[in-house]
């Protein structure tokens, strides 16, 4: 289906997009509050688990250099708006890529960060089989906020296999096992090639 000619957010909705270093500390705020509800405390461990995950990926991402390439020939602004949630496992692999992406662009490509939970309008745009999977990052033209490209919830290989998983009914746990096995044994190549051709599309 081709991209949307409309805005994917007002300047006020983008506005309200949190850069990666308010994301981290939103992240941080949420493992120090002092009396979390019963919902919020049942994530806490998953937002531990998460900030530790991307303190460790972010030093080994080493941006391939086709992409360094492909993002050096951009000419224009471009922004990633990426909807996610500190508690997301499959988020706390792939944010220290985006990241680090965005810094190699040389100010081409810049990141912007949308709680899942506070945008529902947003992520009801990009469901993922009627569900409300995270991250999604969606490409776009910083002049007009439209669409250029959407990637998500996670590698198209590591989906395929997800989606198995599921339909096997395997429990939760071993599903998290494989799942972070995968993004370990990878070393984020899959999503950089993925983004790449996305890039690659860009004018």
């Known amino acids: 289906m081709p991209a949307s000619t409309s805005p994917v957010l007002t300047a006020d909705q ?5 850069s990666y270093p308010a ?14 509800d019963p919902q919020q405390a049942k994530m806490l461990p998953h937002y531990r ?16 250099p086709e992409l360094q390439a492909a993002v050096n ?20 692999q792939t944010v220290p890529v985006f990241e680090a992406i965005a810094q190699a662009s040389g ?7 949308f709680l899942r939970d506070s945008h529902p309008d947003l992520i009801d745009r990009y469901l993922t089989n009627g569900g409300r999977a995270i991250p999604i990052t ?24 997800m989606q198995e998983l599921k339909a096997h009914d395997t429990p939760f746990k071993e599903i998290v ?10 070393a984020a190549r899959t999503t950089q090639h993925e983004l790449l051709a996305l890039v690659q599309k860009l004018s």
């Open 14 to 18: 983008l506005a309200t997009g949190l």
């Open 23 to 36: 994301y981290r500390q939103h992240i941080a705020e949420a493992l120090t509050q002092a009396n979390p």
């Open 49 to 64: 688990e998460g900030a530790d995950r991307m303190d460790r990926v972010a030093p080994t991402v080493a941006v391939l």
């Open 73 to 92: 020939r951009l000419t224009q602004h471009y922004l990633w708006a990426i909807i996610t949630e500190g508690w997301c496992g499959d988020a706390s």
């Open 107 to 113: 100010g081409h490509l810049e990141t912007r960060y």
């Open 138 to 161: 969606v490409f776009l033209r910083a002049g007009s906020l439209t669409e250029a490209g959407v990637w998500g919830p996670r590698p198209a290989p590591l989906q395929t296999i």
């Open 177 to 186: 096992s494989q799942v972070h096995a995968w993004y370990d044994q990878d």
